[in-house]
């Protein structure tokens, strides 16, 4: 068990709606990352937070956006959705920046149909 | 630009080989990390080992050993004695500080059999 939890553990939606992702870091780490796990794109870097504060982007499409709130968990908020985000979203944290290890959830398999 | 190969898509051993997965990177960045992860059927994502581009020391973790030559731009990974349990997908990822970007090559999936 990494610490990092994320909710929920399955979604199924239809295409155009939108979902909310949620993550909660291991205790004392102030980044969050979003990565995407995709059969075709394989593990794509989304985004990471740190302290409150967009510090990376990857390959985040505009229909998707994160945020991390005071409390340091964090928001991964997926619009319009289309067959192809159908995917595995993992989150993970670290204690500081990029260079640190970063420790995963579980994941959030998200299924459009 | 960054890139992680991983140009080996599935090996299949029987227990007790020795495996050795091969990763090459690509950076212009001097400083940079190194880092590979096990995804085994389960589905998440657990942490191996992380190296900097300063520490070309090899390293050695039970039956898990790693071979960064800075040279060749390899960061390879030997599983010896390998176990069922080993079976999984490693992924090899780069972060690059001046560009702050995380790459991770495409997975290489480990099958060892009984």
């Known amino acids: 068990d990494s610490g990092v939890t994320q909710t929920p553990k399955h979604l199924i939606t239809a295409t155009g709606q939108r979902v909310t992702l949620r993550c909660s870091p291991r205790s004392g780490d102030l980044s969050v990352y979003w990565y995407q796990q995709s059969l075709d794109q394989g593990l794509q870097f989304l985004i990471q937070?740190?302290?409150?504060?967009?510090?990376a982007k990857g390959n985040i499409l505009e229909r998707f956006s994160a945020q991390q709130f005071p409390d340091l968990h964090s928001e991964l908020n997926l619009s319009s959705l289309e067959l192809g985000d159908s995917a595995l979203y993992f989150c993970?944290?670290?204690?500081?920046?990029?260079?640190?290890?970063?420790?995963f959830g579980p994941g959030t398999r998200l299924t459009v149909l | 630009a960054q890139k992680v190969t991983q140009a080996q898509t599935e090996i299949s051993v029987v227990e007790k080989e020795d495996v050795t997965l091969d990763c090459v990177y690509e950076t212009r960045d001097t400083t940079y990390y190194l880092f590979w992860y096990k995804q085994p059927p389960s589905g998440e994502l657990v942490f191996l080992i992380r190296?900097?581009?300063?520490?070309?020391q090899n390293e050695i973790s039970g039956r898990y050993s790693w071979n960064f030559q800075k040279s060749t731009s390899s960061f390879n990974f030997t599983i010896t004695a390998s176990q069922v349990v080993d079976s999984a997908v490693y992924f090899c990822a780069l972060f690059t500080s001046g560009t702050y970007k995380y790459i991770f090559g495409t997975g290489t999936r480990l099958k060892v059999l009984a």
């Open positions: 190296r900097n581009s300063f520490d070309e």
């Open positions: 937070y740190y302290n409150g504060e967009e510090r």
């Open positions: 993970a944290s670290s204690p500081g920046t990029g260079r640190d290890t970063q420790y």
